[in-house]
């Protein structure tokens, strides 16, 4: 179904997991409401038709609906509320929120992952909070929005390098460093990519690619800095935690909210 509905889909398709394991999966594509729209649905109703005849199990109607663009803007928009992270805000462009004594985090996620609110990337905040980077040289790998990035940086990083393998993140992370008028060094790449030691590595991935990285990220952390990992789901921590004692790395710290766990390590 998801590759029928990548067909004509814009930028692929959304699968909905169910909360129940009897419900069933939803798969959402989103068209241009354009002149060829009713073809390309019907073109979807034959083909999910044809689907049936190899009996792969139940498929539901295709349901067709018009999403207003505004609408849907303004309803993300009042849905992204600015939130105190420890010594961070992490607010909108849109907000004027009172930041007190908090340093102001205001971005645009636009595409990319890193708007402050999943757990990963408060936990990777609250450590950048505890965490001494002032005059500090750092990297944020798989940067995103660059969120943590622009964190490093007014919190008086030295230096700031930022890397991401999607372009697209890539693009949205130049933005937002550019809107928060700080210095950071962003290009396209990943943990093999970086030259020479840093004091601070942060990586919001995930575990699996953590694990696969773990080699690259402990080989560019400088004696007695500190590398944090998060993304990792809990069942996942030992796994991922061995991977980075495999190549001479212990843990100093830890950070669970929920299912997510975050790790903080040094050499």
Request: net charge negative; with cysteine; glycine share 10%.
């Amino acid at each position: 179904m998801s590759e029928i509905l990548a067909r004509v889909g814009y930028n692929g398709v959304a699968v909905e997991e169910p909360v129940r394991p009897e419900a069933p999966h939803l798969v959402k594509a989103y068209l241009v409401h354009d002149h060829v729209a009713r073809i390309r649905v019907r073109q979807v109703r034959d083909a999910l038709g044809h689907l049936q005849a190899f009996g792969l199990g139940p498929i539901g109607d295709i349901v067709v609906r018009e999403i207003k663009e505004e609408a849907w803007l303004e309803t993300w928009k009042a849905s992204f509320k600015p939130i105190r992270i420890g010594a961070f805000l992490v607010r909108p462009t849109w907000s004027e929120a009172d930041p007190g004594d908090a340093i102001v985090l205001s971005l645009d996620p636009g595409m990319a992952f890193g708007t402050g609110l999943h757990p990963t990337t408060q936990a990777c905040l609250r450590a950048l909070s505890r965490i001494d980077i002032a005059g500090k040289r750092v990297a944020d790998v798989g940067t995103g929005s660059a969120i943590l990035a622009i964190a490093c940086a007014k919190r008086g990083a030295r230096e700031v390098v930022a890397v991401d393998i999607d372009e697209v993140a890539v693009t949205e992370a130049t933005k937002n460093v550019a809107r928060s008028a700080v210095r950071v060094d962003l290009g396209a790449g990943s943990a093999a990519d970086l030259k020479g030691p840093f004091d601070v590595i942060v990586a919001n991935i995930v575990a699996a690619v953590l694990q696969k990285i773990a080699p690259d990220l402990a080989a560019h952390v400088a004696p007695g800095g500190r590398l944090v990992v998060a993304g990792i789901v809990a069942t996942e921590e030992d796994e991922t935690r061995a991977a980075f004692e495999a190549h001479g790395l212990h843990g100093v710290g830890r950070d669970q909210e929920g299912d997510w766990v975050s790790l903080e390590l040094t050499r």
